[in-house]
């Protein structure tokens, strides 16, 4: 009766150093797999950051250029019959601008004649003295008396009070 157990036991033991053994050898070559992985991630997200950084700088670069690339333009784009605004009407820059299309009689072509004047907001045509009008009526061509006849300065006017009422209640 003893041997019999004995026999089991050891059949048991083995059994279970096997187990163990084997436990131990997909858990080694599942390890390695993972910690190649793992640095396989790191790699990738090392490369990634890298990348962010250099397009970073690339934006930084083309943000500087676009700046240049504006000036440039504004100056390349007015035309040479402009004369600069007198010191009455207020200085303003392009990305300044306010929607002059939303004064009546003032669309599309008008406003980029205002722009070519640099006239970009309702702060500049609110301050447009009589004599620069007429300036500016020479300018237009057919559109000489639109300026007054239309009332682009009270609209201005209007326009501005209103923006400040509603910034005002804000």
Do not use: H
Request: a positive charge; charged letters at 25%; one cysteine or more.
């Amino acid at each position: 009766m003893i041997y019999p157990a004995m026999q089991t036991l050891f059949w048991i033991i083995l059994a279970g150093l096997f187990g163990i053994f084997m436990g131990w050898l997909f858990w080694r070559r599942s390890s390695k797999i993972d910690v190649i992985e793992i640095e396989n991630l790191r790699q990738t997200i090392v490369n990634r950051d890298k990348k962010i950084a250099s397009l970073r700088g690339n934006v930084d670069q083309c943000k500087a250029m676009l700046k240049v690339y504006r000036e440039e333009m504004e100056k390349a784009c007015r035309p040479s019959f402009v004369t600069s605004l007198p010191t009455a009407v207020p200085r303003a820059k392009a990305y300044e601008a306010d929607d002059l299309k939303k004064i009546s009689g003032v669309g599309p072509f008008m406003e980029a004649r205002l722009n070519a004047f640099k006239i970009y907001t309702f702060e500049q045509v609110a301050a447009l003295e009589p004599d620069v009008i007429e300036e500016l009526g020479e300018t237009l061509g057919s559109f000489s008396d639109r300026i007054i006849r239309e009332d682009w300065v009270g609209q201005a006017k209007k326009l501005l009070a209103a923006r400040a009422g509603v910034s005002a209640q804000a």
